[in-house]
């Protein structure tokens, strides 16, 4: 299984000098099971992610959306697969939300948002409402199957956080959520023994808090800090943790420092970049190499 960082960012697109070496494109995670593709929400980073897949068409993707708040969605309309027939995309959606998750995306690309109406896209799409407990399977194009559970996290408007089993190994995407006075059990019992987890970090505990930064206070904005990643990590037995969702008033520079804090906390903590690839049948052993 190939875990890929496409989009690291959260809340907006933060391009520029400061943001060169972990990326400014909002939340997009690929994970190849097998010959089957998983995508993890459509941020910005789901652009650069669709010019690599024209090269491999036809496609068969699967795109699940933690949630449909704007960072996680703006980068759909500007996915090229979906703009050529002959490939297939499923995408997923919980029911957390006023509209589905097809009337969400089809809102942002009415004009006068977008020139290109969702049902003027040549690919076939299907959509797939996620529920409490369901378990989707799917075929892995090598004679196994893919597991992918869901479970809520904590989150303004709702939020899905998603656990990939298959060949033995595990990912876990746990974006946007905000821990309560203690840890969301849900989230530990699906992250249990989870080679990879990648969780929300948006903040330190002193942006959290407001005392550094601007803004103010950040609680009930539905993030995490590192330190909360961390204990969730610790706690469920993890072996790896990403540390994602990056605040997009951090630099370079902050985000290693976040990074260096957090490995304090939990050795195996690492922050996710745009480009980084993990191999979990050859990467669990060696740390990742670090952002240029």
């Not at 601007?214 to 969730?232: I, N």
Request: proline residues 5%; negative net charge; glycine residues 12%.
């Amino acid at each position: 299984m190939l875990v890929t960082f496409w989009g690291v960012r959260g809340s907006v697109p933060v391009p520029g000098a400061d943001t060169l070496a972990f990326g400014g494109n909002t939340s997009c995670l690929e994970v190849r099971a097998g010959r089957a593709l998983l995508i993890f929400d459509a941020g910005t980073g789901l652009r650069m992610l669709g010019r690599k897949l024209v090269h491999e068409g036809p496609i068969d993707a699967h795109l699940f959306f933690s949630h449909v708040h704007w960072d996680h969605i703006q980068g759909f309309p500007f996915f090229e697969p979906a703009f050529i027939a002959g490939n297939t995309i499923t995408l997923y959606g919980g029911s957390h939300v006023s509209r589905t998750l097809e009337e969400t995306l089809a809102g942002q690309m009415h004009r006068p948002h977008f020139p290109v109406h969702l049902e003027d896209l040549d690919a076939t799409m299907r959509f797939v409402e996620i529920a409490d407990d369901r378990v989707v399977m799917l075929d892995d194009g090598a004679g196994g199957h893919v597991e992918v559970r869901a479970t809520r996290g904590n989150h303004p408007d709702g939020v899905w956080a998603f656990r990939v089993d298959h060949g033995g190994a595990s990912v876990m995407y746990a974006t946007d959520t905000e821990p309560d006075a203690s840890i969301d059990a849900d989230l530990v019992r699906l992250a249990g023994g989870v080679d990879v987890l990648v969780c929300d970090a948006q903040y330190t505990p002193e942006e959290y808090a407001g005392t550094v930064g601007h803004g103010g206070s950040k609680v009930g904005w539905g993030h995490s800090t590192f330190v909360a990643a961390t204990e969730l990590a610790r706690v469920a037995g993890a072996k790896r943790l990403l540390l994602f969702h990056h605040d997009p008033a951090q630099s370079d520079a902050d985000v290693r420092e976040k990074e260096r804090r957090a490995r304090e906390l939990f050795a195996a903590a690492h922050a996710a970049y745009e480009g980084l690839t993990i191999d979990l049948a050859r990467d669990l052993a060696r740390e990742p190499e670090p952002p240029g």
